[in-house]
Each structure stands twice: as structure tokens, then as C-alpha cells.
């Protein structure tokens, strides 16, 4: 499956943006899906994941609350809205997809990556 990561962008601190992953190439509502995010100089960190029917999510502690993810199995795209957005979060998000139980937070239980997409949060 090919996927497509958009939204991100600039933003201060307290404010939205809402991201996106479009998939293509294979059934999209038969993998779960997720989003990490890596900062300069850290390594890449889980955020959040849904499962294929969207009936299980799973948050990072740092996001819980403030991020949201879902998914439109109609339109083969999950979302991460991310809401009062501190400098932290500054980071490259990339959306990536599994095919295996439940809801995995290790990028090495993932088999497909999207490209990253930027977001920068202004203090």
C-alpha cells in the first residue's frame, strides 16, 4: 500500500492543524493504520493508531487529549487532528500502516510508511 501524508504546516502554539494520509495500491479498510513523528536530533516516536475498523484507538501520553485520530475507510484516508499544539510538538509526522492484531506503538511492527509532512508550532 502507497501512502500519502498532507496538512502539515506552520502554526503557534495553542492552535490546529489537521493531518492527513491517503492510501492507495491495496484494501486500505484491512490495515490498521498510525501516525509517529520524529523531531531533529530524536528518534521517532509513536503518536497515535486506529485499527482497520476504526474501533480501537491508541494514544501516545504526550497527545492524549489534545490528538485525535480516525479514518474514512470510504475515502481510503486516515486523519490525526491535532489540537492545542505546543513547540514540542514541532516534528516531521508520518503516517504508516500494519497488518497485525491490535493496536502496536513500535515502528517495527508497521509495514508501510508514508513520506513525512512537516509541522512546526510557534511559541
Known amino acids: 500500500v502507497q501512502l500519502q501524508a498532507s496538512g502539515g504546516g506552520l502554526v503557534q502554539a495553542g492552535g490546529s492543524l489537521r493531518l492527513s494520509c491517503a492510501a492507495s495500491?491495496?484494501?486500505?479498510?484491512?490495515?490498521?493504520m498510525g501516525w509517529f513523528r520524529q523531531a531533529p536530533g530524536k528518534e521517532r516516536e509513536f503518536v497515535a493508531a486506529?485499527?482497520?475498523?476504526?474501533?480501537?484507538?491508541y494514544y501516545a501520553a504526550s497527545v492524549k487529549g489534545r490528538f485525535t485520530i480516525s479514518r474514512d475507510n470510504a475515502k481510503d484516508t486516515m486523519y490525526l487532528q491535532m489540537n492545542s499544539l505546543k513547540p514540542e510538538d514541532t516534528a516531521v509526522y508520518y503516517c504508516?500502516?500494519?497488518?497485525?492484531?491490535?493496536?502496536?506503538?513500535?515502528?517495527?511492527?508497521?509495514?508501510?510508511w508514508g513520506q513525512g509532512t512537516q509541522v512546526t508550532v510557534l511559541q
Open positions: 486506529i485499527s482497520w475498523s476504526g474501533g480501537s484507538t
Open positions: 504508516a500502516a500494519y497488518k497485525s492484531p491490535g493496536v502496536p506503538i513500535r515502528s517495527y511492527e508497521y509495514d508501510y
Open positions: 495500491g491495496r484494501t486500505f479498510g484491512s490495515y490498521g
